[in-house]
């Protein structure tokens, strides 16, 4: 398991377009296997590869149905609203109030280069959105609806 440093607010990485994927190459399978395992570590739903300074368009996300890798997405359809608090791990324990689309249709390539369609409602789509605008150098908190705000976690009760 290989961790990578997540970069934070600040950093030129990320707002950087990132450069497309033209083939998965060892090193692009290590990195999403890497990426993963940091968004997993970091307790988060979603990382761009900009985020650990890398700038390819690859983004990997589990809201807790399992993972999903997107390699070179682009959003081709998005309907409804939502506003909620959305955080970032480039912005550690700061969250703020976004509007995204409520229903998000992406088109990506999968691992093995193959093109596929995947729908996202709620946090799935607002996790779509956010990724993909880090591909552009784009930060949540450039949507921010009033200010940032500090996260309070909660313990889980078992």
């Given at each position: ?17 990132c450069r497309p ?16 395992d940091t968004m ?119």
């Amino acid at each position: 398991m290989a961790i990578r440093t997540i970069r934070t607010e600040g950093d030129e990485v990320l707002t950087k377009k990132c450069r497309p994927v033209d083939k998965v190459t060892n090193r692009i399978s290590q990195l999403i296997d890497d990426m993963l395992d940091t968004m997993y570590e970091a307790m988060g739903v979603g990382l761009a590869a900009p985020q650990v300074g890398v700038l390819k368009r690859i983004v990997v996300i589990d809201v807790g149905d399992g993972p999903i890798v997107l390699i070179n997405p682009e959003i081709i359809e998005t309907a409804g609203e939502q506003t909620g608090d959305e955080g970032c791990l480039s912005v550690p324990g700061m969250a703020g109030k976004v509007t995204r689309p409520n229903y998000v249709k992406v088109r990506a390539l999968d691992e093995d280069m193959q093109e596929f369609e995947i729908e996202g409602e709620g946090l799935l789509a607002r996790a779509f959105c956010h990724e993909i605008d880090h591909l552009d150098g784009i930060m949540y908190t450039q949507f921010v609806e009033g200010e940032l705000h500090t996260v309070k976690y909660e313990e889980e009760d078992d």
